[in-house]
């Protein structure tokens, strides 16, 4: 299984939305300026889920997006189905196809099994896990280097027109 850069920006703008206080909408553009996310592509990642009845949306200046249910009522297999379709290894192939030889059967019996096993375990990791494994472990180094380079100072010319 591969997660996409779509399921992963859905994931991370999702524990953004958690980790705010309140039920105060969040607008898109503040979700993707604080995930470092392109906007454009956030909001249609959004809107699906919200389609999917994970996110409330709203529009206007008092719009954003919200959660529609609890940080432990939402699963990562809501996520992903919401943003890529439901999980499944391929589409079964008919005896007659170019693809199918002897073991094929035992192949896509084992996918079988393989996706519904990533199914019954993504849909018991939550949200609300992950926000709480958020809290206890530190910080990755490309977040560190981040909140450095936000934190510093912008550069001023000196009186003899270097950059200081």
């Known amino acids: 299984m591969r997660l ?9 703008a999702i524990s953004h939305i958690a980790m705010q206080k309140g039920d105060r909408p969040i607008h898109g553009r503040d979700i993707a300026e604080a995930c470092f996310m392109p906007k454009g592509h956030l909001l249609k990642i959004l809107q ?12 206007g200046a008092s719009g ?14 809501d996520i992903l189905e919401a943003v890529d379709g439901t999980l499944i290894h391929h589409q079964p192939l008919g ?5 199918s030889f002897p073991g094929y059967p035992l192949l896509q019996d084992s996918l079988d099994k393989i996706t519904h096993s ?3 375990i ?6 609300a896990e992950l ?5 206890t472990q530190p910080q990755h180094s ?4 981040r909140t450095a380079f936000r934190n510093q100072p912008l550069a001023t010319p000196s009186p003899a027109g270097h950059i200081a």
Do not use: E, N, V
């Not at 699906?48 to 529009?59: E, N, T, Y």
């Not at 954003?64 to 297999?77: E, V």
């Not at 993504?122 to 949200?127: A, D, H, P, R």
């Not at 926000?131 to 809290?135: M, P, R, V």
């Open 131 to 135: 926000f709480s494994q958020a809290k």
């Open 48 to 59: 699906r889920i919200a389609r999917a009845g994970i996110l409330l949306s709203g529009r």
């Open 4 to 12: 996409t850069k779509t399921s992963l920006y859905a994931i991370k």
């Open 122 to 127: 993504l849909s018991k990791l939550t949200i």
């Open 95 to 99: 005896p007659d196809t170019c693809f």
């Open 64 to 77: 954003g997006f919200r959660l529609a249910r609890p940080p432990d009522k939402i699963t990562m297999l």
């Open 142 to 145: 490309s977040q560190k280097a």
């Open 118 to 120: 990533a199914r019954i």
